[in-house]
């Protein structure tokens, strides 16, 4: 139960929910345990598919929003209580941790991250100073108080991989082909090795702050990776992210790595560090599973566009998604990308029960 529906003057004390938390259906799967159901949790659950979302942030820019606690908390508790999912995500944004070192970058609605000016030089690379905790003094008070709203329910702390974050930094924005990021990476390997060096010890940092504040698993973000060819990932990305999985593998929380377009980087994706391997629409789980190996549990992967679909078509794609399933060693239902912003909540909240109640065994 959690502690939006708790009844009141029943409190549990935090150790008997940190025990009820870590026996969640969530982390079971994580763990490749035996789960009462498969659990249920969406990328970009919490965001402008729920009204009240945009009513809670009208007024408030996306980036000022991820500074403000009360904020945090209220948006990221929104669809634990609409949509009875697994797992909280914390409410946030990869491009968080490099504002708060300093960088002059912001959100701009309808497009994403936009930076003033581009990382590009080995100047550049003097304004990616280290992240220290203090400067996020405002996300360990919201995982704090989060943790405290959430009951069992796990809360998922999350950041965006050196690779994607990058991206964004050399582009200096949303990109479809990545050509400037490219061209550094091919053009300067020692560079780009320095610049991804630096944005895996930001994005350790940051990931460490959720989870010494009670964040129970993580998710790495390497939301753009599926740009590049197997050999270029494991020459120039996967040590990057090596180093900020490594750097968290002694918490014993389970680390989520997720990226769109991935087929063919799926076994590298779990050998970096992953306890749990994000697939998006593309390649079915049980291909997916044969792709990654043994020793890992899955999450995904209904494509968002399904839930655009009516009701009886998203259940038959959800059940192919569980059929692919049946023999994993872990899974976490959850679509292959973000819940799109004008997806109807109410199919969110079918589509949980549906996967629940098609799951339900006795463990
Ligand atoms: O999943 C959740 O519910 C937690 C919230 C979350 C946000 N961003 C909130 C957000 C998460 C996990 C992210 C991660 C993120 N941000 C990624 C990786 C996930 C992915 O989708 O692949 C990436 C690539 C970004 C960069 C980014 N930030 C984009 C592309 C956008 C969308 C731009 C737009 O307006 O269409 C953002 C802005 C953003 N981040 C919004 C939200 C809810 C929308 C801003 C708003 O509501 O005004």
Not at 172 to 198: C, F, I, Q, V
Not at 313 to 330: H, P, R, S
Not at 332 to 346: A, E, I, R, S, Y
Request: include cysteine.
């Amino acid at each position: 139960m959690s502690a939006t529906e708790r009844p009141s003057g029943q409190q549990q004390t935090g150790r008997d929910a940190a025990r009820a938390t870590a026996d969640s259906a969530f982390l079971r799967a994580c763990r490749r345990e035996p789960v009462p159901h498969t659990p249920v949790w969406f990328m970009r659950q919490a965001g402008r598919s729920l009204p009240e979302y945009r009513k809670v942030r009208e007024g408030t820019a996306m980036l000022e929003s991820c500074m403000r606690p009360d904020l945090v908390t209220e948006i990221t508790l929104q669809p634990v209580r609409r949509h009875q999912v697994d797992a909280a995500i914390y409410f946030s944004d990869i491009v968080v941790p490099l504002k708060a070192i300093g960088l002059d970058l912001d959100i701009k609605p309808g497009v994403g991250p936009v930076v003033e000016q581009p990382i590009r030089t080995r100047a550049d690379l003097e304004r990616l100073r280290p992240l220290e905790p203090d400067d996020v003094k405002y996300v360990t008070e919201a995982v704090g108080m989060l943790v405290g709203e959430l009951g069992a329910t796990p809360l998922i702390g999350f950041a965006g991989a050196p690779f994607t974050l990058a991206s964004y930094l050399v582009e200096g924005g949303p990109s479809r082909n990545h050509e400037h990021t490219k061209a550094l990476m091919y053009g300067d390997p020692e560079l780009w090795a320095d610049l991804l060096d630096r944005l895996a010890d930001i994005t350790a940092a940051f990931l460490k702050v959720q989870i010494e504040a009670g964040a129970s698993a993580v998710q790495l973000f390497d939301s753009w990776v599926g740009a590049l060819a197997p050999a270029d990932y494991r020459r120039s990305v996967m040590p990057a992210s090596v180093k900020v999985f490594d750097a968290v593998a002694g918490y014993g929380v389970p680390r989520i790595h997720f990226g769109v377009g991935t087929g063919e980087l799926l076994g590298l994706l779990g050998e970096a560090g992953a306890d749990v391997v994000g697939v998006d629409w593309r390649v079915p789980l049980d291909e997916a599973a044969r792709r990654v190996g043994p020793g890992k549990a899955l999450q995904g992967n209904l494509d968002p566009a399904v839930l655009f679909a009516p009701r009886e078509a998203v259940e038959t794609k959800a059940a192919e998604v569980l059929d692919a399933a049946q023999g994993l060693e872990g899974h976490v239902f959850n679509l292959g990308h973000g819940v799109l912003p004008t997806t109807d909540p109410d199919a969110l909240t079918r589509l949980v029960e549906y996967v629940h109640t098609r799951t339900a065994r006795s463990v």
